[in-house]
């Protein structure tokens, strides 16, 4: 598969590195474009659209350490920060509207239930992409 | 199928930067905003962050000159990664070492020197001077490893003498230490260029220029950052003390397998024209002592040392004083017992007689020349991350002016590199590139600097009774006194042979320190805000004069400016005759009209600035309640070279105005093709 775009959303957790790491090793070769993005998930009971601060401070160190991980291995990172009522929706549609062939998704190793638990996001990406989705999992901690 | 929605919201803060865009989704609720940043700035914790964008130029000319920076000095570099621009052991022993491992180049010349005025029986002293100078070495080399072990911050002799000795002879040491740099980079410079002269005599003529030139590539080094320059500069150092060093287990083979070689007979011999005296023995040992320089470099910088800082800073200061002692020990031996002279006309060096005797003048003579030419020259890499390191210490206690603690983009004292490379380029054309003429002023600095620091020191232990403190006491008190006894040989020996001029320099230079500090200090009192006042800003109205030279777009765009500031705006037009000004006011009232008052100034000396300035002090009126700002309106042409063709009436204003009392002048450019902000 012929690499041009990949999309990587990151949520600020221990393996955002390793998600970068991953993006770029896999699209050097495809001297793909690497997009990161942080959704910021805004409550129904405020306007899409509302200056959420502590939130988007948040996104753009989450981005802005992306970027020096990109940077220490001489790769390029495109940022973006969106707000959305569900991330998993607006990771899609940004990855339909970048033309992107691949979503590359970090999973922090939780389990919940006895069972390694995935997350919502993770879930409703794999379900509703159409495009080619890789979920990254964390190792489990030993 | 996304669709962007209105690009602002006039609800939103103004301060907000950035913007945000509406984007409908593949589904019905799906709808998400993308948060477009404003060119230049991004969010950090609670404020706003520039990025390097805004410092990306406009124009063509200015991404010329960007790129053209970019290629010299390297891509900015961000304060937060001034962690990682810290050296390593291995290149920081090629920064920080090189002075002191290149003197090996030519202290055993200096020492030879000395001695050859008394002719072979003077030369006898060649080894034993060589081991008493190896001795103070490693005494001094002990006494900085508790420099390092008591201030791990770094600065050096001149924060052990100030913190423990008082201001003054903190000083003292920051200016012998100043002066040192400086004499450092042009001696080690000429020494470069000597080491070229002996492999190719024809540079000789050239010698100056070669000097300056090399100073230029090193300040431009230097200018990338000292992690950079660490990196740039470690090669050629490391070059230097393996080729030396084969050079001399040769030799050293030469002797035990008694194969004993004819010396190199340099040009001219040096006339023996004294008899050997204590007073010539101790100026032989003055001028040897100049290998000691760069001793105290690794104490003043351990802060640029990886972590851990200080631990690394001992071990190169270890390695950096055991290759010296051996390549000066090593030199100074195979060249006593090869009988080598030093030559007369400087053209040839001890170290290459001594490399051409023991290997012949084939590829390996100019392997060897080449890098004692290159390790001579970076030995003023030391300086230039020590003169800047110290500066920016001293700047930052106010002793020196505050550009020195500013960092450029590479995180290097960009200010300090350059008045370094200034100064001592002067130096070295002065003395036309002469190593013999510029070693007299060196050294007594850098002993003055090692003398205070280890008294300093000593009183340090005293007073802290740390565990052991007896011994490092002991280790100071031993090192002041040896570094003492030599400063005073210095002094003495080389005083009419230039090293008056150094100790006339360091007294005006504290002075000069001692001045600026007392300029900061009023300044300081003058502007100090009470650290727990809580100030109440009042409102203070001024009265805005907009002086108008004709009435045209330009000067209407600066009167509506004024009129936004406030309502009490005046404007006043100079004329040179009754004429003119009858035909402005009639101008006036058709286009301005009577909404705003005008004063017209008739000036029949064709004086502009003058009777303005009488003018506003007749409306000031000495009332200082209420501050006189004047809106000037000033054409800016498209083109630079096109400001030639106006009178820059408005600039003149500005300067006269500079240093007017209880006035603001306000500068109201008006861009010919910015259509947009003539409306």
């Not at chain 2, 905003?33 to 000319?61: N, W, Y």
């Amino acid at each position: 598969m012929k690499l041009t775009n990949i999309l990587v959303p990151l949520a600020g957790t221990a393996i955002d590195p390793d998600i970068i790491e991953y993006a770029i090793a896999l699209g050097r070769s495809h001297k793909a474009k690497i997009t990161a993005v942080h959704v910021i998930e805004v409550k129904w009971n405020m306007p899409l659209d509302a200056v959420l601060d502590a939130e988007l401070e948040r996104g753009e160190e989450i981005l802005a350490h992306a970027e020096k991980v990109a940077e220490k291995l001489g790769a390029h990172l495109t940022t973006e920060v969106l707000q959305a009522r569900e991330a998993a929706a607006a990771i899609v549609d940004t990855a339909v509207e970048k033309g992107s062939e691949l979503i590359l998704l970090g999973m922090p190793y939780r389990r919940r239930l006895g069972r390694v638990y995935v997350g919502r996001t993770v879930e409703d990406v794999y379900v509703k992409a159409p495009c080619a989705v890789l979920a990254y999992r964390q190792e489990e901690p030993k | 199928m996304s669709d962007v929605g209105p690009p602002e919201d006039p609800q939103r803060p103004s301060h907000v930067p950035e913007r945000f865009e509406r984007t409908s989704g593949r589904r019905i609720g799906d709808a998400r905003v993308k948060i477009v940043r404003r060119r230049g700035f991004r969010r950090g914790r609670g404020v706003i962050v520039a990025t390097e964008e805004v410092l990306e130029p406009t124009s063509v000319t200015g991404r010329a000159v960007s790129v053209l920076r970019e290629i010299l000095f390297g891509k900015r570099i961000p304060s937060e990664r001034e962690s990682e621009e810290r050296l390593t052991k291995v290149t920081g022993l090629a920064i920080f070492a090189s002075d002191n491992i290149s003197s090996s180049a030519y202290a055993t010349e200096e020492l030879m020197r000395a001695l050859a005025l008394a002719g072979a029986v003077g030369l006898a002293f060649t080894m034993p001077l060589t081991v008493a100078i190896i001795v103070v070495l490693a005494i001094v080399v002990t006494s900085y490893l508790q420099v390092i072990k008591a201030y791990p911050q770094g600065g050096g002799s001149y924060v052990v003498a100030s913190r423990n000795l008082g201001v003054v002879p903190g000083l003292l040491a920051a200016a012998a230490l100043l002066v040192d740099y400086v004499l450092t980079v042009s001696v080690s410079v000429a020494g470069g260029v000597l080491a070229i002269t002996t492999a190719f005599p024809e540079v000789d003529p050239m010698k100056v220029g070669v000097g300056v030139v090399f100073i230029v590539l090193l300040t431009i080094g230097n200018l990338r950052g000292i992690r950079e320059a660490g990196v740039v500069f470690a090669g050629p150092t490391y070059f230097y003390v393996a080729s030396v060093a084969v050079v001399l287990a040769i030799g050293f083979y030469r002797v035990i397998s008694g194969d004993i070689p004819t010396p190199v007979v340099p040009p001219k011999l040096i006339e023996p024209d004294e008899a050997l005296s204590a007073f010539l023995i101790l100026r032989a040992f003055s001028s040897g002592s100049v290998g000691l320089s760069g001793t105290e470099a690794v104490a003043n910088g351990v802060p640029a040392f990886r972590e851990p800082a200080a631990r690394n800073a001992s071990i190169v200061l270890i390695a950096m004083g055991t290759l010296f002692g051996t390549l000066f020990f090593g030199i100074s031996f195979l060249a006593t017992r090869f009988g080598i002279q030093p030559d007369a006309t400087e053209t040839k060096s001890v170290i290459g007689l001594l490399t051409q005797t023991i290997v012949g003048d084939g590829t390996f003579f100019y392997v060897v020349q080449a890098a004692t030419a290159i390790i001579l020259v970076l030995a003023a890499n030391t300086s230039f991350s020590g003169f800047p390191r110290l500066a920016s210490i001293l700047a930052t206690d106010r002793f020196m002016p505050r550009q020195f603690a500013q960092r450029g983009d590479r995180l290097a004292f960009s200010f300090g590199i350059l008045v370094l490379a200034a100064v001592s380029a002067l130096l070295l054309v002065i003395y036309g590139g002469s190593v013999n003429g510029l070693i007299p002023l060196y050294t007594i600095g850098v002993f003055i600097a090692f003398t205070l620091s280890q008294a300093g020191l000593v009183r340090h232990w005293l007073r802290e009774r740390t565990p052991g403190w007896q011994l490092s006491a002991g280790i100071n008190a031993l090192g002041a006194v040896v570094t003492g006894v030599v400063t005073i040989v210095v002094a003495v020996t080389k005083f009419l042979l230039g090293a008056w001029l150094v100790l006339a320099v360091m007294p005006l230079l504290i002075y000069v320190m001692w001045r600026v500090r007392r300029h900061y200090q009023r300044i300081e009192d003058e502007l100090l805000i009470p650290r727990a006042a809580r100030v109440h800003l009042a409102r203070r109205a001024p009265r805005v004069i907009v002086p108008i030279a004709r009435l045209d777009r330009s000067s209407l765009n600066a009167l509506s400016l004024a009129r936004g500031i406030c309502p009490d705006v005046l404007a006043v037009h100079i004329s040179y005759d009754e004429e003119g000004a009858a035909s402005f006011r009639a101008r006036w009232a058709a286009v301005v009209g009577p909404e705003m008052p005008l004063e017209v100034i008739v000036s029949p000396y064709r004086a502009l600035i003058a009777p303005l300035l009488s003018y506003l002090d007749a409306v000031d009126g000495g009332d200082r309640s209420r501050p006189i700002v004047v809106a000037l309106a000033e054409f800016v042409p498209n083109h630079w070279w096109e400001a030639a063709l106006h009178n820059q009436t408005a600039l003149r204003l500005k300067l006269a105005l500079f240093n007017r009392k209880n006035t603001s002048v306000i500068d109201v450019p008006f861009h010919p093709d910015d259509e947009d902000a003539h409306h």
